[in-house]
């Protein structure tokens, strides 16, 4: 069987189920007794182990089933869980993902059997047991499930029938048609449970008509059943044939059934079906309640509502929503030029299609946008892991994980943020005893917080640490020769911090497989500003840091304002800018050579772009000037501009690697009526 059509599938889902496990790992640690964990983790380790045998992946498969077996234990109240047990699950979950990453990298899962992890589990496994369970407990011992579980073959008189399922029943029993309640149990070891499960339903629906199914079809079709299931049926068949007929299918371990009576009396008092009794070996003592009707929901979202859509199908989708707004602009700009009388008409039609490109647009953003809890998730495995090795006691607490970002920022912004929590971690939180001597609670804070502002996502990384002793920076950076003694002695502390964001600047005493190499800030930098954002620092000594990611929504489609310098058009994006202002050439004041603005208290630097970007002057010198205020975090600067033209939906085009280019400009924009004008990077202007 060629299963590498399926490839793709089987990571997509693995990846959700590792990442579903590490999430109830860390709970289970906090709450050793919370069922609905202990469950979820049992069916997530059991789906793993379903879709590797699947696909012919031994080891993955022999490693899940193992840890599938502990939680066998667990679930039946034979073991208990403990901090080591759980650090070998984790190690368990890390063996996985280096199989991942070799089935991704080379579609084998490689050679390593891990044996000393399986050992540790076995040992967990017979010192809490008189045997290792290799079997998964039968679903009737299980009441942690029941809102999933069968009822056994008694228990078919606690059904509630629905007034259509009843009325069924009724006009059978007219028609001599008998009703069977079929209870089957699916041999645990069994790798696709849905796969047996439909084989059974295909082989009673050619005996009769099935009524109900417990749990619904839907969800035995998802797999959210343990291996019991229960079905009504309709036939004229006698119950021993029916019963021989599910027991042929594979893989099934027990085949359990009685005849369900509902007499017309009953039916208007919505009486319970009644089981008649039956001589028949499937009549079990066991009298398991079963649950209502249906199953409950277990909270998440609806199956089969999303759709995965391969990322490079959007970008398509994208390039031609891109190519629309420019014909959209060509309209528009055309539309000004002529300006013929009696245009009523086409206006109606420009601005429909603009409302039309506008929404399309937006559509295809929110299509495009992914949680940024998908990044997020895996951080507070990572701090619990920090914790052990540094040896100190750390919290993460994290908000607004629902905040949502273009896809192609979430691929990128999971290294920078990891750098900067191990950050805070190593060099911001002190040991428990240096806590404890400052009067501080012994377990440090660590805060990672993502909200929306405007056009922009900030992200914020915090801690109650010890903050950024400005003179140890200062001292080190004088002695690596950064900057000179006098630079140093000019230097504001918020200048000095930021010098913590040079390559290869580390303030780390010794170095560690944490820290101190100084790889770090400047590679967060980097990457952040490759997206189009930039990253701050705050810190107070002895209270803590602060690092402010800012993140633009989207790389593809913004706002911008158009303005002309010289001959030129230039777009600077919405986003930065703070306000327009008409300012007179008297108001221009000099600070060490340099022009500057007051403006409502604050002292604002002139930037004259046309200078700047080395545009021929051609307007003759204006009494007064056109100043855009640009903003980057608390950082302010003035653009001097010959004219405004207008705000404008532009489409972001790369420049591409052919063209050398400083880092004012940030790409190009096709404008309306063909010609090229480039974007304007306000944030690393100022």
Sequence with gaps: MDVSQYLEIFVEETREHLQSLNEHLLILEKEPENKDTIN????????LKGMAGTMGYKRMQNLTHNMESVFSEIRNDKMKVTSELVDTLFQCLDALEAYLDNIVNTQDEGDDDNQPIIKLLNDFLNGNTDKASDTVPEAKTDTSVSSKEAPGAAGFSEVKFADFERHAIIEAGKKNLKVYGINVHIDPNCILKAARAFLVFKSLEEMGEIIKSIPSTQDIEDEKFDFDFSMFIISSEPLDKIISAVGNVSEIRGVTGEEIVIK?????????????????ESASKENVKAPAAQSKSSGKPVVNRSVRVDIEKLDVLMNLVSELIIAKNGLVAFNAAEQ???????????????????????????????????VVSRFPRMIRDLSKKLNKKMELYMSGEDTELDRTVIDEIGDPLMHLLRNSADHGLESPEVRKSLGKPETGSIFLDAYQDGNNVVIEVRDDGAGIDVDKVRNKAIEKGTITPEQAEVMTDKEIIELLFRPSFSTAEKITDVSGRGVGLDVVKSKIEALGGDVECHSIKGEGSTFTIRLPLTLAIIQALMVRIGKEQYAISLGSIQTVEDIPVGDIKYVQGREVITLRGTVIPLIRLGELLEVPDVEPDAENLTVVIIKKGDKQAGLVVDSLIG????????LGKYININKMISGATILGDGDVALIIDANAIV
């Design 647 to 654: 705000q404008m939906e532009i489409v972001i085009k790369s």
């Design 264 to 280: 017309d009396d009953e039916a208007e008092g919505g009486e319970t079906g009644r089981a008649a009794s039956s001589d028949n």
């Design 40 to 47: 979820e983790i049992f069916r997530a380790a059991h789906s």
């Design 340 to 374: 013929v009388q009696h245009s009523q008409g086409f206006n109606e039609q420009i601005e429909y299609l603009e409302r039309v490109t506008t929404n399309l647009h937006e559509s295809v953003m929110n299509v495009r946008m992914v949680p940024i809890e998908n």
